[in-house]
């Protein structure tokens, strides 16, 4: 949490606890019998909730496994909106990317070299690899947040929301953001040590973010 927001009560504390667990025991039945073997009434039973419950936190079944979508990009919204003076939107971006194989807390790369930890983030993408339904509903979120960063990219850039400046640099920052998640993903999956999945996932980012850095110079310039 920002340290700038307030701190949610007792009840909305309860109320994040008890997705937090739905969403656990989702994420754990998915990686032992897969995403389509799983029903939501076999989640609600095991987290003792009603089917009901379960949909008032998560609208589809597959936001229960994409349960932190909405977190990451309000964070890449941020990242843009309140970088620093002399950086630029691109590398804002990486910044807050290359320290972390997601930017949520704890899980920066030393995660990986947690067993617990790496046997969870293995076991996530090899659900989300067996599972069309998942890579499906993986592209649509990545339209719905190239959409959102077009829009974040045009305000922040004083621009039309529709100017083909603000829809290429939100195109090209989507398929850099791809081309990361792909390599992290094929590298865990591969079972390559974690120095070696950070190696690959840097080399990527070196050359997708900083292609993008020289192809949008005269449109993303550092903050003023």
Not at 91 to 98: E, H, I
Request: hydrophobic residues 45%; neutral net charge.
């Amino acid at each position: 949490m920002d340290e700038d927001q307030p701190a949610p009560g007792l009840r909305e504390r309860k109320k994040l606890r008890t997705r937090q667990a739905i969403s656990d025991i989702a994420t754990e039945l998915f990686a032992r019998r897969g995403f389509e073997a799983v029903t939501v009434a076999e989640i609600a039973a095991a987290a003792e909730v009603s089917v009901g419950t379960v949909f008032n936190y998560f609208p589809a079944k597959e936001d229960l496994f994409f349960d932190r979508a909405d977190e990451l990009l309000d964070r890449l919204r941020t990242t843009i909106e309140e970088r620093p003076c002399g950086q630029t939107i691109l590398g804002a971006v990486d910044a807050l990317l290359r320290p972390t194989v997601a930017p949520v807390p704890g899980f920066t790369w030393a995660a990986l070299e947690d067993p617990e930890l790496s046997r969870r983030f293995v076991a996530f993408r090899r659900t989300l690899a067996g599972s069309p339904a998942l890579r499906a509903r993986r592209l649509v979120i990545a339209e719905d947040w190239t959409a959102a960063l077009q829009e974040t990219i045009a305000r922040d850039l004083g621009l039309r929301p529709d100017d083909p400046r603000a829809v290429g640099l939100a195109a090209t920052l989507g398929a850099a953001l791809d081309a990361r998640e792909r390599t992290l993903g094929q590298a865990v999956l591969a079972g390559r040590a974690p120095r070696t999945v950070r190696r690959q996932v840097h080399a990527v980012m070196d050359e997708t973010f900083g292609r993008a850095a020289r192809a949008f110079a005269d449109v993303d310039r550092p903050r003023p």
